[in-house]
């Protein structure tokens, strides 16, 4: 019995696979199985660390956030969980 796999992905990147596949004579859906099989058994391992692609602001302001954690500004620290709350709901 098979069942259908509906997934979102890149155009660019499922463009570019679809043209490897072809390339080595490969149906698309074939490489998709044997990936599935392999990851299924174990015999294919992902880290789960793909590098994030930020927008320029948004890598500047994680940077200066960086920046500041280890020169030790903007940090707060609370006592209790109760202190961090009142603080965070009077803003």
Do not use: C, W
């Amino acid at each position: 019995m098979t069942t259908q796999v509906v997934f979102r992905i890149d155009k660019k990147v499922k463009d570019k696979a679809m043209k490897r596949a072809k390339r080595e004579g490969i149906p698309f859906a074939a490489v998709m199985k044997i990936a599935a099989r392999a990851y299924a058994q174990e015999r294919f391992h992902i880290d789960g660390t793909q590098e994030e692609k930020f927008n320029t602001k948004t890598a500047r302001e994680i940077r200066a956030a960086i920046r500041d954690i280890e020169q030790g500004k903007n940090i707060i620290s609370f006592k209790s969980t109760k202190e961090m709350d009142d603080y965070l709901l009077s803003r």
